[in-house]
């Protein structure tokens, strides 16, 4: 059967927001007659017609529960972001959140809290739950399962949980992030020492880096290649990345995994400012670009977390309003070195709309 455009395509292939589309179709709120023409005309192009179970959504107001984890806080802050500017479009079909943001930690460190959090949802029967959780939720399982009994959708974010009512996982293409950092650091470092700094390697996320980067290094790209944890515990960051540079014999590239990238770049900027070793790190943020600038570090591999936040959002609606949807979301990671990072801007990225 040939696929129904959905007010997301619509809004996609004109290069404007799902709320400007809404209120071109519904002709409420301001919008200008050349904007309101577009849309128009492109939804009858698109033989577009309007969703009754959406229009159902509208008029019935929906919440949907969130809970973010996570000890890195400018990358929480980053999918923050992105699942507020969703909910921000969706508000007009009347659909809202109720966001539960955790202290600076792993979900293994909160259980409790994140488990009345749950069942604070469960009571108040709502739509559908988001969840975000660094480390591991297996001491949370209780409520997790009581969120599986009373059939509430749940959507994860960069970990997955699998469960029967999971309906979509959102994450960063981790398997073919750790390729591309295996090859960079090929191309300066064949044959030679190579360290990876990366959080448990039990986690979806960290295991498909591994994964990635062991698969394109083979057997013999390097001479060694050594793996140190640090649980994503902020200050074992600092104390693995002093042992990865004091270690000998001394490795000549290092691969950091994850958003812990924003701790370790600053103190990269100390201990390897003669740039003797090769870094690849992950993620863009403030913290990072100096390094990148400077030449300590040789190239980070973006994950998006913005885009990663809509994501959740718009899967979770998107199973509400019975719509085809993707049960893994992977966001194909992008290379940003020194000569590409001014078309990178962060907080910015993802939201601009022409």
Do not use: W
């Not at 295991?207 to 050594?226: C, H, I, P, W, Y």
Request: charged share 20%; aromatic share 8%.
């Amino acid at each position: 059967m040939e696929k129904k455009p959905t007010i997301y395509d619509l809004a996609e292939s004109l290069n404007i927001s799902v709320g400007t589309v809404y209120r071109a179709l519904h002709n409420t709120g301001r919008i200008s007659a050349t904007t309101k023409e577009r849309v128009l005309k492109k939804a009858e192009e698109m033989n577009f017609k309007l969703n009754q179970t959406a229009q159902a959504l509208s008029r019935t107001p929906i919440t949907i529960g969130v809970i973010l984890c996570c000890p890195v806080v400018p990358f929480l802050d980053e999918i923050l972001a992105g699942i507020n500017y969703e909910f921000e479009a969706l508000s007009q079909y009347n659909v809202f959140s109720d966001i539960r943001v955790m202290p600076p930690m792993n979900a293994d460190e909160c259980p409790e809290q994140i488990s009345q959090y749950l069942l604070e949802f469960i009571d108040k029967s709502y739509a559908g739950i988001i969840l975000f959780f660094s480390g591991s939720h297996h001491k949370s399982m209780d409520a997790l399962q009581a969120v599986e009994k009373a059939q509430i959708p749940m959507v994860c974010l960069i970990n997955d949980i699998p469960m029967k009512n999971r309906k979509a996982f959102i994450t960063a293409d981790g398997y073919c992030a750790g390729r591309i950092a295996a090859e960079l650091l090929s191309i300066s470092c064949a044959n030679q020492r190579i360290a990876i700094l990366t959080g448990d390697s039990s986690i979806h996320i960290h295991k498909q880096n591994l994964s990635g980067f062991m698969d394109e290094a083979g057997r013999d790209l390097f001479a060694v290649t050594n793996i140190y944890e640090h649980q994503d515990r902020p200050e074992r960051v600092e104390q693995q990345l002093i042992e990865i540079f004091r270690h000998e014999p001394a490795y000549q590239g290092l691969y950091i995994t994850s958003a812990s990238s924003i701790i370790a770049c600053p103190l990269l900027m100390e201990i390897n400012k003669d740039k003797r070793v090769k870094v690849i790190a992950t993620d863009l943020f403030p913290q990072i670009k100096a390094p990148l600038d400077e030449g300590v570090v040789t190239a980070t591999i973006f994950q998006n977390p913005f885009l990663q936040g809509r994501k959740a959002v718009d899967s979770i609606y998107r199973f509400l309003r019975n719509e085809p949807r993707g049960d893994t979301i992977k966001i194909a990671p992008q290379i940003v070195m020194r000569s590409n990072i001014g078309l990178y801007h962060i907080n910015e990225q993802s939201k601009a709309e022409p």
